[in-house]
C-alpha cells in the first residue's frame, strides 16, 4: 500500500492511533505506550435552528476539538500470540458552557476500552468498547476528517460498548472481519420497557494490493429505542432495524494523490423509515508539510422530500511532527424541516459549517 492511503487517515485522524505514543515501559515482552491530544480551535457555522424549531445563534465559539487521552498495553505470551488492552478517554479542554465558568469534569467519555488477543497465524480476537469493524475495515478511506463530514458508518456503527470481534490474519492483503453486539434489558421492568435484548452483528471484507484497497460489510442495524420505546434518532444511534450495506474503493495515484469512491445503502422500515442510499467520492493530497481532503456526497433519503448534496474539505499544516494547524468546512444541505402548521423550519441547511484551530500530539 502506498504511502498516500495511510497519509489520508494521518492528516485527519493522526494520534487516534497513538501515532505519537511515548513508550513508557517495554521489558520482557510487557509494553505500555501513553498516548494522546489536546486540540483547540473556534467552530461556527451550521444549523440556524434546534430540533424544537427555535433559531438559535451559531456564531463562532472557542471549543476543545475532541482531546483526548490513551494508554496501549500489549504483552508477549508465546513468539505468535501478544494479549493486549486499550484504554482512551476523551476529556473536554474547554468550558462547558459559554458563562466562562470551569466547571466541568475533565473526562467527558470513555471513547475506548478493550482487550483481546493476537496471532500472525490465527488472526485478532477482542472484547469491550471500541471502534465499529464496518468502520476501521469498509468505510475507513473516507473517515479523513477531524469533525463534520463522513456520511458512512461512523465508529458508533452498532459497536462502541458490550461488543466482541474478530479479524482473520492477513491472508495475502484479504481480510476478514466479524463482530456482535449485545444489547441487554437487564434491570429493565419486565412489560413495562419497550426496548429489546438482542445480539447484532456486523461483518465483511476487505482486500488490499499494491495501491489499491477494497472493501466490503454489512451491518444488522438495530434500531435504538427509548424507554418510551420511541426510536432515537440522533446520527450516532439512527438503526432501523435493516441491514446496511457498503462497499469503498480507493486508489494512490501516487504517493502524493488518492481517490476514493463509496456506496451504502439501507432499507426503509415500515415503522421506523431510515432508509437511504449514498454515493461519495473524495481525495486527498499531501505536499511536504501540507495535506488536503476533499469529498462530496450524493445522498438519497427515503424519508426526505429532497436528495442531499452533501460535501466537506479540509486543510492541514505540520508545523512539526507534534503539532500541525487545520481547517474545516462542511456542508451537509440538510433539507427544509417543518413542525406544526405554522411551518418552523428546523434546518434549513443554508450555513457552512466550519473549524479550525492547532493540534499537540503527545
Known amino acids: 500500500?502506498?504511502?498516500?492511503?495511510?497519509?489520508?487517515?494521518?492528516?485527519?485522524?493522526?494520534?487516534?492511533?497513538?501515532?505519537?505514543?511515548?513508550?513508557?515501559?517495554?521489558?520482557d515482552g510487557t509494553t505500555l505506550d501513553v498516548y494522546g491530544r489536546i486540540a483547540m480551535g473556534i467552530a461556527g457555522g451550521g444549523s440556524e435552528f434546534n430540533d424544537a424549531g427555535q433559531e438559535i445563534d451559531n456564531g463562532p465559539e472557542f471549543v476543545d476539538v475532541y482531546?483526548?487521552?490513551?494508554?496501549?498495553?500489549?504483552?508477549?505470551?508465546?513468539?505468535?500470540?501478544?494479549?493486549?488492552?486499550?484504554?482512551?478517554?476523551?476529556?473536554?479542554?474547554?468550558?462547558?458552557?459559554?458563562?466562562?465558568?470551569?466547571?466541568?469534569?475533565?473526562?467527558?467519555?470513555?471513547?475506548?476500552?478493550?482487550?483481546?488477543?493476537?496471532s500472525n497465524n490465527w488472526g485478532t480476537v477482542q472484547a469491550g468498547n471500541f471502534d465499529?469493524?464496518?468502520?476501521?475495515?469498509?468505510?475507513?478511506?473516507?473517515?479523513?476528517?477531524?469533525?463534520?463530514?463522513?456520511?458512512?458508518?461512523?465508529?458508533r456503527t452498532q459497536s462502541r460498548g458490550d461488543s466482541i470481534g474478530y479479524f482473520t490474519p492477513d491472508m495475502q492483503g484479504f481480510q476478514v472481519f466479524l463482530q456482535a453486539k449485545h444489547y441487554s434489558n437487564r434491570g429493565d421492568?419486565?412489560?413495562?420497557?419497550?426496548?429489546?435484548?438482542?445480539?447484532?452483528?456486523?461483518?465483511?471484507?476487505?482486500?488490499?494490493?499494491?495501491?489499491?484497497?477494497?472493501?466490503?460489510?454489512?451491518?444488522?442495524?438495530?434500531?435504538?429505542?427509548?424507554?418510551?420505546?420511541?426510536?432515537?434518532?440522533?446520527?450516532?444511534?439512527?438503526?432501523?432495524?435493516?441491514?446496511?450495506?457498503?462497499?469503498?474503493?480507493?486508489?494512490?495515484?501516487?504517493?502524493?494523490?488518492?481517490?476514493?469512491?463509496?456506496?451504502?445503502?439501507?432499507?426503509?422500515?415500515g415503522e421506523y423509515g431510515g432508509g437511504f442510499e449514498k454515493v461519495g467520492l473524495g481525495m486527498s493530497y499531501a505536499i511536504n508539510q501540507w495535506a488536503f481532503n476533499a469529498d462530496i456526497y450524493h445522498i438519497d433519503e427515503d424519508d426526505a422530500?429532497?436528495?442531499?448534496?452533501?460535501?466537506?474539505?479540509?486543510?492541514?499544516?505540520?508545523?512539526?511532527?507534534?503539532?500541525?494547524?487545520?481547517?474545516?468546512?462542511?456542508?451537509a444541505d440538510q433539507p427544509d424541516a417543518q413542525i406544526g402548521s405554522g411551518g418552523v423550519e428546523v434546518d434549513d441547511g443554508d450555513d457552512v459549517y466550519y473549524v479550525t484551530g492547532a493540534r499537540y500530539f503527545f
Open 1 to 27: 500500500m502506498k504511502k498516500t492511503l495511510l497519509a489520508t487517515a494521518i492528516a485527519g485522524t493522526m494520534a487516534a492511533t497513538g501515532a505519537q505514543a511515548a513508550t513508557v515501559y517495554d521489558q
Open 67 to 118: 482531546s483526548r487521552l490513551g494508554l496501549n498495553m500489549s504483552q508477549e505470551i508465546t513468539s505468535d500470540l501478544s494479549a493486549f488492552g486499550r484504554l482512551e478517554w476523551r476529556f473536554r479542554g474547554d468550558e462547558a458552557g459559554n458563562n466562562g465558568a470551569n466547571d466541568f469534569d475533565a473526562f467527558s467519555e470513555t471513547r475506548q476500552s478493550y482487550l483481546g488477543l493476537q
Open 132 to 155: 465499529s469493524f464496518y468502520l476501521q475495515s469498509v468505510t475507513a478511506p473516507f473517515d479523513v476528517y477531524i469533525d463534520r463530514g463522513l456520511e458512512f458508518g461512523t465508529h
Open 189 to 269: 421492568i419486565e412489560g413495562v420497557d419497550q426496548r429489546d435484548d438482542e445480539v447484532v452483528a456486523q461483518g465483511g471484507a476487505k482486500y488490499e494490493v499494491g495501491g489499491l484497497r477494497l472493501a466490503a460489510g454489512f451491518v444488522d442495524d438495530k434500531a435504538i429505542l427509548d424507554e418510551d420505546g420511541d426510536r432515537i434518532t440522533n446520527p450516532n444511534a439512527n438503526g432501523n432495524d435493516e441491514m446496511r450495506y457498503g462497499t469503498t474503493a480507493a486508489y494512490a495515484f501516487t504517493d502524493d494523490f488518492s481517490a476514493r469512491l463509496g456506496y451504502e445503502a439501507r432499507d426503509d422500515n
Open 305 to 331: 422530500e429532497d436528495e442531499r448534496l452533501s460535501w466537506a474539505a479540509g486543510g492541514y499544516y505540520n508545523v512539526s511532527s507534534n503539532f500541525n494547524l487545520f481547517a474545516e468546512v462542511q456542508q
